[in-house]
């Protein structure tokens, strides 16, 4: 079993969401013995936002009639979509930034949102075409959303990483969160501690490959 562990806060030690996919990516490899981790750091090795040279992904025949900085952005877009593709798991940090995600992440996304490769158009609709895999999305925020209407309506960050999941047919997305953090040390206190029964939970059970191989 292969997972990604994927971070995204700038914040380096300082940083909610990579202590939380630390300790979730170490309770996973514990529950689950033999589990190859590989780590991206998008803040270390942000892809570029898409631009002229890398929106859309040429391969061969094409590839005689690139550019060198196509070339070069296609090489990127190729090895992280390659990467995401050969994992089982991926642990994603994604703190809440502006209602949003961080736009290293977002860049990320835009790399392995790849037609032909991790979704497809067909006559009936869109089809993904990375299912079977389990993401666990660390979800960290400064303030409370969950659970108030009002302030449900302007959160971008867990709604829009689902969306994105589902669209690539992944239907096993769990997450851990972690919210209320700058309201306090009572309530970071309590909201880490929650965020630490989560991951216990959701690292137990198996990948969602793995039950598949159980059932077959």
């Given amino acids: 079993m292969k997972l990604l562990h994927i971070d995204s806060s700038p914040l380096a030690g300082a940083s909610a969401s990579r202590e939380l996919t630390r300790r979730t990516v170490a309770r996973w490899t514990a529950a689950h013995p033999g589990t190859q981790v590989e780590a991206l750091d998008l803040v270390a090795e942000a892809p570029a936002h898409l631009d002229g040279d890398s929106?859309?992904?040429?391969?061969?025949?094409?590839a005689a009639a690139l550019t060198d900085a196509q070339r070069r952005e296609n090489a990127v877009s190729e090895r992280l979509v390659r990467q995401f593709l050969d994992a089982d798991v991926i642990v994603?940090?994604?703190?809440?930034?502006?209602?949003?995600?961080?736009?290293?992440?977002?860049?990320?996304?835009d790399r392995v949102a790849q037609a032909g490769r991790t979704f497809r158009y067909t006559a009936s609709g869109p089809e993904g075409l990375a299912g079977g895999k389990t993401v666990i999305v660390v979800s960290t925020r400064g303030g409370q959303y969950a659970g108030k209407p009002a302030m449900e309506a302007m959160e971008h960050q867990e709604s829009y990483l689902r969306t994105v999941f589902g669209f690539f047919g992944i239907t096993d997305v769990r997450i851990v969160r972690a919210e209320g953090l700058a309201m306090g040390d009572e309530a970071r206190a309590r909201a880490m501690a929650e965020a630490e029964v989560a991951i216990a939970a959701h690292t137990a059970e198996p990948a969602n490959q793995a039950q598949a191989a159980l059932r077959a």
């Fill in 55 to 62: 929106l859309g992904f040429r391969l061969q025949p094409d």
């Fill in 92 to 109: 994603v940090g994604a703190p809440l930034y502006n209602f949003g995600i961080p736009s290293q992440l977002k860049a990320w996304i």
